[in-house]
């Protein structure tokens, strides 16, 4: 591993739909892949939220199936050029923490290097 590479929970790509909602705000958003630690959206609208930034707190509400939703404290870490949000979970309830490791699989437990 060089020193431009870091180490991440390990992606896994799923179905998903996720609103983000910040200061009073929402924006409709898909799951392009998910994580132990985050997970990275793509709006679905091209105004998603005007002032959203790096290191501005959201919470998501993450809905996979009729009946397997996730309610999230997170934080943005990245926001590409191509409006992608990435983001890294703050607070996860604890009796959504299981059925978060569930869905990820396991994922849970690898690692993936990644370029910083």
Same mark, same amino acid.
């Given at each position: 591993?060089?020193? !431009? $590479?870091?180490? #991440?929970? =390990? #992606?896994?790509?799923?179905?998903?739909?996720?609103?983000?909602?910040?200061?009073?705000? !929402?924006?409709?958003?898909?799951?392009?892949?998910? !994580? *132990?630690?985050?997970?990275?959206?793509?709006?679905?609208?091209?105004?998603?939220?005007?002032?959203?930034?790096?290191? !501005?707190?959201?919470?998501?509400?993450?809905?996979?199936?009729?009946?397997?939703?996730?309610?999230?404290?997170?934080?943005?870490?990245?926001?590409?050029?191509?409006?992608?949000? *990435?983001?890294?979970?703050? $607070?996860?309830?604890?009796?959504? $923490?299981? =059925?978060?490791? $569930?869905?990820?699989?396991?994922?849970?437990?690898?690692?993936?290097?990644?370029?910083?």
């Amino acid at each position: 591993m060089s020193e !431009s $590479q870091g180490i #991440r929970y =390990a #992606r896994k790509s799923i179905e998903a739909s996720c609103l983000l909602l910040y200061k009073g705000n !929402s924006c409709l958003t898909e799951v392009k892949n998910i !994580s *132990a630690s985050g997970i990275l959206l793509v709006p679905l609208d091209e105004e998603c939220i005007d002032d959203l930034m790096v290191d !501005s707190v959201c919470i998501l509400e993450i809905v996979v199936n009729d009946t397997f939703n996730l309610h999230v404290s997170s934080k943005v870490t990245r926001i590409g050029d191509d409006g992608q949000i *990435a983001l890294h979970y703050i $607070q996860i309830p604890e009796e959504k $923490q299981v =059925a978060l490791w $569930q869905l990820l699989g396991d994922h849970v437990h690898e690692v993936e290097v990644f370029d910083t």
